[in-house]
């Protein structure tokens, strides 16, 4: 069994210059809020779920985003709402987000 089933990484990358990045969208705060949630739920634990941050993922233009690993899908998002949508959509009930997705 791998250590974790989904790894999920949120680009938190200040860009200077006020260039366009992730951490314009509120990047810290959005992964805080899924962290939590994902404890809620029970999940965000060895064998489950996990979140990290990350430095850039190389796609400013398309962020904020994340990327959930090993699966590589990529989203976007600009919520929480969007968050909650791909927690319980995608990460429990395996179904993409294409609204969503990168």
Not at 3 to 20: A, D, L, P, W
Not at 27 to 35: P, S, T
Not at 42 to 68: D, F, M, N, Y
Not at 84 to 99: A, T
């Amino acid at each position: 069994m791998p250590y974790y089933q989904r790894h999920v990484f949120f680009c938190t990358n200040m860009r200077s210059g006020g260039k366009k990045c992730c951490a314009q969208g509120d990047a810290q705060k959005i992964r805080a809020y899924a962290k939590s949630r994902l404890k809620q739920l029970g999940i965000h634990e060895k064998g489950a779920i996990r979140t990290s941050t990350s430095g850039c993922l190389g796609r400013c233009q398309e962020g904020p985003l994340l990327v959930i690993y090993p699966d590589n899908v990529w989203y976007t998002y600009s919520s929480e709402a969007d968050i909650d949508e791909i927690i319980d959509s995608y990460l429990v009930n395996g179904e993409p987000v294409i609204r969503l997705l990168i």
